[in-house]
């Protein structure tokens, strides 16, 4: 069990994270360690039966045809992702998950979620899903064959005092799952922080930290 700082921030699952990395040289276990952290990712860390498994990407993952980055990719397009986080969730908490997903942070302000809804009105939700893993930053940072993950904590995604309180909104929690547990459920957390462009306190379990 985590103690000290993460764990009175409720970010204990992200504490000690290293990135996983799908070298040329894996083994069927590294490839299985691989499918099970981009589900957990991806899906936000919600329990996936077996039956709801990807098998045909699965299978291509593991015979090398196609990359992590494109596995990423089909799990996103999913009916089982879209089910979860499109056809029953308002437009704007779709946005910030698929950022916490995809990107591994939160939006930086209120331009880039209207961004990502301006892809979703014209171009429809496989584009949305296309936007986030073909883009320079998820390359830059992900490239083909690493897991996403939550960066932001202890990384250079935050850009400032304001996204780190974003980025706690968005994570934090006893189970850190994106929508079970969660006490904001389906509605957006962000929408009125972005649109005032304004940090929110970030309470420990045993006091608060205000941000000014």
């Known amino acids: ?65 196609i990359s992590v980055r494109e596995f990423v990719r089909q799990v996103g397009k999913s009916e089982l992702y879209c089910s979860r986080f499109f056809d029953s969730a308002p437009r704007y908490r779709a946005i910030e998950l698929n950022f916490r997903h995809f990107i591994g942070r939160a939006p930086l302000d209120l331009e880039e979620t209207r961004v990502h809804s301006t892809i979703l009105d014209t171009k429809g939700f496989e584009a949305e899903i296309d936007s986030y893993v073909d883009s320079d930053e998820y390359q830059e940072t992900f490239g083909e064959n690493i897991v996403p993950y939550i960066r932001g904590y202890k990384t250079e995604a935050i850009q400032g005092l304001v996204q780190f309180t974003y980025l706690f909104q968005l994570v934090r929690g006893s189970s850190s799952s994106s929508l079970k547990g969660d006490l904001a459920g389906k509605q957006p957390k962000l929408n009125s922080l972005l649109i005032q462009s304004t940090a929110t306190p970030v309470f420990s379990n045993h006091c608060s930290l205000s941000v000014h």
Do not use: W
């Open 1 to 65: 069990m985590a103690f000290g700082l993460a764990s009175r921030l409720g970010v204990a699952l992200f504490e000690d994270t290293d990135p996983i990395d799908l070298l040329p040289s894996r083994s069927n276990e590294e490839v299985e360690t691989v499918i099970r952290s981009v589900y957990k990712q991806v899906l936000g860390n919600a329990y996936v039966m077996e039956s709801e498994r990807l098998a045909v990407p699965e299978s291509q993952l593991k015979r090398g045809e």
